[in-house]
C-alpha cells in the first residue's frame, strides 16, 4: 500500500528474472498477475489498483492500473509497438 494523502493505493509487485525465449516466440518478459495455488486465482477491483512488474536483469519497470491487466500472465515483448510500452516507468500514473 501506498498512502496518497487521503487515500491509499492498494499495490501488487511482481517480478521476473530475465527475458523468456522460446523458439517458436519473440522473447518477452512474463508476470503472473494471479495468486494461490498455481497462480489461478485473478486478483479483483477491490484487490488491487496497479500492478509494479520488474525485469530484474535490466531495472525495467511497468506499472499498469488494474484495468489494463486482462490476462493472468502478462507478457511484455521489446519494442515501442508493444501493447504495454506506454506504462513502461509510467511512475506518474502513481500521482493521480
Known sequence: MVNKGERFLRLQIKATLEQHRYNCNRPNYQFQLAHGPS??????????????????????????PFEAATVTTLKIYNGEDGKFHRYEDAWVLLEK
Open 39 to 64: 497462480s489461478k486465482k485473478r486478483y479483483t477491483a477491490d484487490q488491487v489498483d496497479f500492478f509494479i512488474c520488474c525485469a530484474l536483469d535490466t531495472h525495467r519497470f511497468w506499472i499498469l
